[in-house]
């Protein structure tokens, strides 16, 4: 009998739990009173996240002119939003441990390319980079969690996905449920705004309501692009089979596509090195 998200989660017995100051400011992302002299506060109080943060920073990544020493220097160079965007990116890279039969690295740097593309695609809607990003960087933790709380499961789906089949196909037949809905399972157990959790679990199938949730179809697609560059495919290759159809849910033309998303395509992640 399939397992439900309770059993999974029944499995997990010790939750990965995020920081605090990363989980205030995912809450906060919708917050036009946002307040940062306080956040940067908080994040210095986290030293592993700013030895993580400032080692970003200072990375060739950025080329900045001088060494930057502090988390409010930081933000004086790269701005809120790029820094928001370091410390929740290191809050969670943090929060999951090595497994055995994972490759947590592959994970996050297909997870970072997601978000990336999925925060490029929502500029370009006009919808909100941050939310879409943090979306994207999340969607796809649900996978971590079945083979946390799973791991047999987790690798007789590995199998099939390897052998070509889909995963939220064999994910549906063996388990009852997608990835993208255990990730949104976890966010509402962190208490994440509504908007982002809805995101996050829609992605599986963001036209599915009938009404897009654009926000998901920016998530979906970041998903699309970043597998399909992770498989080595060409970006005519990725634009020849990009989903039109859920690119229209964004409100985004043939030919726009075909115009633009190369240069998304040739977008390159400032995360890596959290994962070197």
């Known amino acids: 009998m399939p ?43 986290e ?39 370091l410390v929740i990116a290191s809050g969670f890279v943090g929060s999951f441990p090595k497994l055995a039969n994972f490759d947590l690295k592959l994970f996050w740097r297909t997870s970072f ?14 919808l909100q980079t941050d939310i879409a990003y943090t979306a994207g960087l999340i969607a796809d933790l649900g996978n971590v969690l079945i083979h946390l709380g799973l791991p047999s499961e987790a690798n007789e789906i590995d199998q099939h996905v390897k052998a070509g089949n889909s995963r ?36 599986a199938d963001p036209l599915a309501s009938g009404t897009p949730n654009r926000l998901a179809c920016a998530v979906f697609l970041g998903r699309f692009t970043a597998n399909a560059l992770e498989a080595n495919q060409s970006s005519d290759q990725i634009i020849k089979a990009f989903p039109l159809t859920v690119a229209e849910g964004l409100s985004l033309s043939v030919d726009f ?4 998303l190369h240069e998304m395509l040739e977008l390159g992640s400032d995360l890596d090195e959290l994962i070197d």
Request: proline content about 4%; some cysteine; charged content about 20%.
């Open 257 to 260: 596509v075909q115009s633009r």
């Open 113 to 126: 390319r997601t978000a990336t593309h999925a925060g490029w695609l929502a500029t370009q809607a006009g």
């Open 3 to 45: 397992a439900s998200i309770n059993q999974l989660f029944d499995q997990i017995h010790q939750l990965p739990q995020i920081p605090e100051v990363v989980r205030t400011i995912v809450k906060q992302l919708n917050d036009p009173n946002f307040h940062m002299p306080q956040i940067v506060k908080d994040v210095e109080k």
């Open 47 to 85: 030293q592993v996240i700013t030895l993580k943060v400032l080692r970003l920073v200072n990375s060739a990544h950025f080329g900045l002119s001088r060494k930057v020493g502090s988390i409010e220097e930081a933000v004086t160079m790269l701005g809120t939003n790029q820094l928001k965007t």
């Open 168 to 203: 939220s196909d064999i994910e549906l037949r063996r388990l009852g449920f997608v990835t993208p809905t255990a990730s949104a399972e976890l966010c509402r157990r962190w208490k994440f705004p509504d908007d982002l959790t809805q995101a996050v679990e829609q992605s």
